[in-house]
C-alpha cells in the first residue's frame, strides 16, 4: 500500500488561488467519497479541514473546499491569506477498515 | 468538547519496550474508534492502525503490523500504544485521533526518541 501522491509544494500570493491534487489508486481515492485534509502548522497536530471530499467542517472558512474525479482529489483554498501557510495531508479510506495518508504538500503564502 | 490528551516524550535506547497513552473525553468513549498515526522527523503522517473501543477489535497498517500493538482500556476511557522492541528507525511523533472514515479530533502528540 503506496502513500496518496502529493505535490511536495505550492505556493501562492495572499489572494490568490491555489490547489493541491492527491492522487491515488481505485482502491483508495477513486473507489470512495472518503477523502479528507488536514492542515498542520509546524510543531501542531494535524487539523481537519475537509472530510467526504467536499465538506467542511464546522468553523473551517468556505474558502476551502475540495471535489475528486477519478483517482484524484483535489483541496482548494481562494483568497490566501497568511495564516493558511502550512502542510496539507491527504487522506482516503482504503477499504477493509484501512486508511491511507499521502506524503504532505507544502503550502507558502508569498 | 471532544479532547484526546496523550502521554509526554519518552526517550529510550533500542531494543526497550514502552506503552503510550491516548485518554479520550468529551464523548462516548466506546462510540468511534481511535488511530494512531506517525510522523517521523520532516516526514508526512503515515496510518498505523486502529482499533474500536466498544469490542478491541483492530485492523493494522501492512507496514506496522507485528511491530506495534493497539489496546483500549474502556474503565479509563484510553487507548494505548505499545512496542516490545523499539528501533533507532521508531524515533518520531505519534499521534491518536478519533475515526472513522476521516479523523476529527487529534491528540497533541508524543515525542518518541530512540537512540544508544
Known amino acids: 500500500q503506496s502513500a496518496l501522491t502529493q505535490p511536495r509544494s505550492v505556493s501562492g500570493s495572499p489572494g490568490q488561488s491555489v490547489t493541491i491534487s492527491c492522487t491515488g489508486t481505485?482502491?483508495?481515492?477513486?473507489?470512495?467519497?472518503?477523502v479528507s485534509w488536514y492542515q498542520q502548522h509546524p510543531d501542531k497536530a494535524p487539523k481537519l479541514v475537509l472530510y467526504d471530499v467536499d465538506r467542511r467542517p464546522s468553523g473551517v472558512p468556505d474558502r476551502f473546499s475540495g471535489s475528486k474525479s477519478g483517482n484524484t482529489a483535489s483541496l482548494t483554498i481562494s483568497g490566501l491569506q497568511a495564516e493558511d501557510e502550512a502542510e496539507y495531508h491527504c487522506?482516503?479510506?482504503?477499504?477493509?477498515?484501512?486508511?491511507?495518508f499521502g506524503g504532505g504538500t507544502k503550502l507558502t503564502v508569498l | 468538547e471532544v479532547q484526546l490528551v496523550q502521554s509526554g516524550a519518552e526517550v529510550k535506547k533500542p531494543g526497550e519496550s514502552l506503552r503510550i497513552s491516548c485518554k479520550a473525553s468529551?464523548?462516548?468513549?466506546?462510540?468511534?474508534?481511535i488511530s494512531w498515526v506517525r510522523q517521523m522527523p520532516g516526514k508526512g503522517l503515515e496510518w498505523m492502525g486502529r482499533?474500536?473501543?466498544?469490542?478491541?477489535?483492530?485492523n493494522y497498517s501492512p507496514s506496522f503490523q507485528g511491530h506495534v500493538s493497539i489496546s483500549v482500556d474502556k474503565s479509563m476511557n484510553t487507548a494505548y500504544l505499545q512496542w516490545s522492541t523499539l528501533k533507532a528507525s521508531d524515533t518520531a511523533v505519534y499521534y491518536c485521533?478519533?475515526?472513522?472514515?476521516?479523523?476529527?479530533?487529534w491528540g497533541q502528540g508524543t515525542l518518541v526518541t530512540v537512540s544508544s
Open positions: 485521533a478519533r475515526s472513522d472514515s476521516r479523523c476529527d479530533s
Open positions: 482499533i474500536d473501543p466498544g469490542d478491541s477489535y483492530t
Open positions: 487522506c482516503s479510506y482504503a477499504g477493509s477498515y484501512n486508511l491511507i
Open positions: 468529551g464523548y462516548i468513549f466506546t462510540n468511534s474508534w
Open positions: 481505485s482502491s483508495d481515492v477513486g473507489g470512495y467519497n472518503y
